[in-house]
């Protein structure tokens, strides 16, 4: 029986990463499981105030993360967005479709009552797919 490699991580510039002992992404196999990710860099909240720009902030860190595995955004099979307002679902969901109308991820949405950011409007979960490797 061969033994399967370890899961490979990507790490960011998140300070709740060391701080609550978790990582960016986790590579498993052929999947890829992005966690929940603010748009938040380098300690700056993006696009304060702004539920679109908050959301292409969170995936575009989310998706640099992919690449980091050596995956793009046409590997994501499915996305999660948690926002804080119901008043926000139009905009969230047009940077969503901006960004993965040629892809089409299974996707949910969901209203939440907040975050460890009070100021920040959504967070975002991808999750990508490998494919099959040849042995």
């Given amino acids: 029986m061969t033994e399967s490699p370890a899961p490979r991580r990507v790490q960011s510039d998140?300070?709740?990463?060391?701080?609550?002992?978790?990582?960016?992404?986790?590579?498993?196999?052929?999947?890829?499981?992005?966690?929940?990710?603010?748009?938040?860099?380098?300690?700056?909240?993006?696009?304060?105030?702004?539920?679109?720009?908050?959301?292409?902030?969170?995936?575009?860190?989310?998706?640099?993360?992919?690449?980091?595995?050596?995956l793009g955004i046409e590997s994501v099979v499915r996305t999660r967005m948690y926002l804080t307002h119901v008043r926000d679902v139009d905009a969230v969901g047009r940077a969503h479709k901006e960004l993965f109308d040629d892809v089409r991820p299974a996707s949910t949405m969901v209203v939440v009552s907040g975050f460890v950011?009070?100021?920040?409007?959504?967070?975002?979960?991808?999750?990508?797919?490998?494919?099959?490797?040849?042995?």
Avoid at 16 to 23: N, P, Q, S, V
Avoid at 33 to 57: F, H, M, N, R, W
Avoid at 117 to 135: I, K
């Fill in 14 to 70: 998140s300070s709740w990463e060391e701080t609550i002992g978790f990582a960016r992404a986790v590579e498993a196999g052929d999947r890829v499981l992005v966690s929940g990710t603010l748009p938040i860099t380098g300690g700056v909240l993006q696009g304060e105030g702004d539920p679109y720009e908050q959301t292409l902030a969170a995936f575009g860190k989310a998706l640099h993360a992919l690449k980091e595995l050596g």
């Fill in 117 to 135: 950011d009070s100021r920040a409007l959504v967070e975002v979960e991808v999750e990508a797919f490998r494919g099959a490797t040849s042995t």
